[in-house]
């Protein structure tokens, strides 16, 4: 099915047609005509199966009517957990609406809020924002609400992860009762389901969270290493396979300051994506990585959800994360629109839990390699998948 076939306008078509766009993906086929037609909307969509688009497009097409806003109105509110994914949501909107007259912006922490206030002074069509800092300009009356036609939360279970509930209640308490409603979330647990139905009457439920056409291409591995080995196994890795490129996962911020001087005394230049850098420096990082003039990228979880990197050829978990929905967020990474991805986990003993629970969700045994360079003392068990009951006589 084309893209003219889910009744989009000429100036929209033209800009997927720019962006190489060819056929919508399972969420686009079955969020946009719901968007089109004004109801209420509540999908599960993984990450990487075209989600912003499936809310953007029907978006623009709606709004592309010629009204004229006041200042500091918006018509539409698309609120996300983080700062990298309110930019990246906002300047794909951008894209989409290349050849309508329709405005976007981002608003986020950690930067001066200044431009943002000067910014909203003529009013913004799609306002793409961080909950903390829209309640901020809320609260000076750097904007106002009494025009929102709709409001889109995007990645729902990760701002309820982050504990932005109470934010929300006091945004959508401010929104006119009067608008449309749709709510985005890799998985819809019974916090967001709560959420929802607080929220979003009479609404329309989707999924393709297990729509296995749209199951990502990514080539899984592990590698089981004592915890001092790590750090130098990785160099091995990188070295002697010769990588290009790696979006590395670490659980806190010091083993990421950490990893990187690790790998510089190696001769690997990496940087450190994080926390505790200020927003201006992580926006300079990733812009970076993305051109491919930093190769290797040490991060803690802020960038595993949403952030969408062309052609990233492989992440590797360094250390396994606590939550199983963690580490299909970042191996989804890589993988995506088709192409091929490669996700490899470095698993000492002490991670065999979140082995064990990764190997679970996934419904299989992930491959083990062995490097004859890094013999393990610590013996990592066999999964518990592969357990197999005596035959009872």
């Known amino acids: 099915m084309p893209f003219s076939k889910l009744a ?13 766009y060819t056929a919508p993906t399972a969420i686009q086929k079955k969020a946009i005509p719901v968007v089109l037609s004004g109801k209420n909307l509540v999908a599960a969509a993984q990450t990487g199966t075209g989600k912003t688009a499936s809310f953007a497009l029907p978006l623009l097409e709606q709004l592309n009517n010629g009204h004229k806003l006041r200042g500091k109105r918006i018509q539409a509110l698309v609120l996300t957990p983080t700062r990298e994914l309110a930019v990246q949501v906002e300047a794909s909107i951008a894209q989409m609406a290349k050849y309508t007259d329709l405005t976007s912006m981002a608003v986020y922490g950690g930067v001066d809020e200044a431009p943002q206030k000067q910014a909203l002074i003529w009013g913004i069509d799609i306002l793409v924002a961080t909950p903390g800092r829209l309640l901020d300009l809320a609260h000076q009356r750097a904007l106002h609400f009494d ?51 607080r929220n979003i009457a009479n609404a329309v439920e989707i999924s393709v969270s297990h729509d296995k056409s749209q199951k990502p291409n990514i080539d899984q591995w ?41 790998l510089d005394k190696r001769g690997i230049t990496a940087d450190s994506l994080h926390g505790g850098r200020t927003q201006a420096v992580r926006e300079q990082i990733l812009a970076d990585f993305k051109s491919g003039k930093i190769k290797f990228l040490v991060s803690t979880g802020i960038a595993a959800r949403g952030l969408d990197i062309d052609g990233l050829e492989r992440v590797v978990n360094y250390d396994l994360p606590k939550q199983v929905d963690e580490y299909i967020h970042r191996i989804g990474r890589t993988g995506r629109a088709g192409a091929k991805g490669e996700a490899i986990s470095l698993v000492s003993k002490d991670n065999f839990r979140e082995l064990c629970a990764v190997e679970s969700r996934l419904g299989n045994i992930i491959l083990r390699k062995s490097f ?21 006589r």
Do not use: Y
Request: proline share 4%.
């Open 222 to 262: 592990l590698v089981t290493v004592d915890k001092s080995n790590k750090s130098a196994l990785l160099s091995h890795l990188i070295i002697d396979k010769q990588w290009q490129q790696a979006l590395i996962f670490i659980e806190t911020k010091q083993g990421a300051a950490k990893l990187v001087s690790q």
């Open 147 to 197: 025009e929102l036609k709709v409001l889109v939360l995007d990645e729902a279970d990760r701002m309820l992860d982050m504990g932005f509930i109470e934010d929300i209640n006091k945004i959508i308490e401010r929104l006119p009762s009067s608008r449309q409603n749709l709510l985005f979330s890799a998985t819809i647990s019974d916090d967001v389901r709560s959420l929802a139905k």
């Open 8 to 20: 989009l306008s000429e100036p929209l078509l033209k800009a997927i047609n720019d962006l190489g």
């Open 372 to 392: 004859e360079d890094f013999p393990v003392k610590k013996v990592v068990p066999v999964s518990i998948l592969n357990f197999k009951p005596k035959n009872k």
